[in-house]
């Protein structure tokens, strides 16, 4: 497509509910961003991926969340057992390209915003 | 010590005052570096790359300092329409290879008043 999909827009569930939120990246980029935005915070590093691996999964803020990339498009990230702390807009990026600094401009989905009751 | 900071501002400026925007980042092996721009509710935007010592694009001119590790940002003539906050980010190198780790700073407010 012409640029970064997110779905759903907004969801709301139930704490301890399971919710999986899907980015559909620019065609061809390589890289892959998952971040979150809390109510008038910055934006949280969640994890990348470069084709289908993901080298850093150091934001991930605990073994709750877990994100996959199948065919080296579309990401899926996932939170178990929802907490109220869960809440915030989760925002996905894609970049063309890793072998070069000059090509890691990364552009964003509109986000899912995610409130958990 | 924050791999990216800035100072979160607010900056409140009357239109056509000129401000300017500081980044430190503390990887000494970035090598790529950007600006970009979120309104209110909205998805971040880029506004400006920084690949070499500095960029400019119109109202806008970023600038880079490897020595001291600081970026900033130049608006001149400010417009309402400025009105956003302002996001710096670094590429970090990643130990497997490539620079696909993007690290955003906690982003500059800025109001430009009538």
């Known amino acids: 497509g012409a640029g970064v999909s997110q779905s759903p827009s907004n969801k709301v569930t139930e704490k301890g509910k399971d919710v999986e939120l899907r980015c559909d990246p620019i065609?061809?980029?390589?890289?892959l961003y998952w971040y979150r935005q809390s109510l008038g915070q910055g934006l949280e590093f969640l994890i990348y991926?470069?084709?289908?691996?993901?080298?850093?999964k150091s934001g991930l803020p605990s073994d709750r969340f877990s994100a996959e990339r199948t065919g080296g498009s579309v990401s899926t990230l996932t939170i178990q057992r929802t907490q109220q702390e869960d809440s915030a807009v989760y925002l996905c990026?894609?970049?063309?390209?890793?072998?070069?600094?000059?090509?890691?401009?990364?552009?964003f989905g509109q986000g899912t915003r995610l409130t958990v009751v | 010590r924050k791999e990216v900071e800035q100072d979160p501002g607010p900056f409140n400026v009357p239109e056509g005052a000129t401000v300017a925007f500081n980044c430190t980042y503390s990887?000494?092996?970035?090598?790529?570096f950007f600006w970009y721009r979120q309104d209110c509710r909205k998805e971040p935007k880029l506004l400006m790359s920084?690949?070499?010592s500095g960029n400019e694009d119109g109202r806008f001119t970023a600038q880079l300092n490897r020595a001291s590790q600081y970026i900033s940002l130049l608006i001149r003539d400010s417009k309402l329409s400025d009105s956003a906050t302002y996001l710096c980010v670094v590429n970090i190198p990643s130990f497997s290879g490539g620079y696909n780790k993007l690290i955003f700073g906690a982003g500059t407010r800025l109001a430009v008043h009538p």
């Open positions: 991926f470069q084709g289908n691996s993901a080298p850093d």
């Open positions: 990887n000494s092996a970035s090598q790529s």
């Open positions: 920084v690949y070499s």
């Open positions: 990026a894609s970049s063309q390209d890793i072998s070069s600094p000059k090509n890691t401009e990364a552009f």
């Open positions: 065609s061809g980029h390589t890289a």
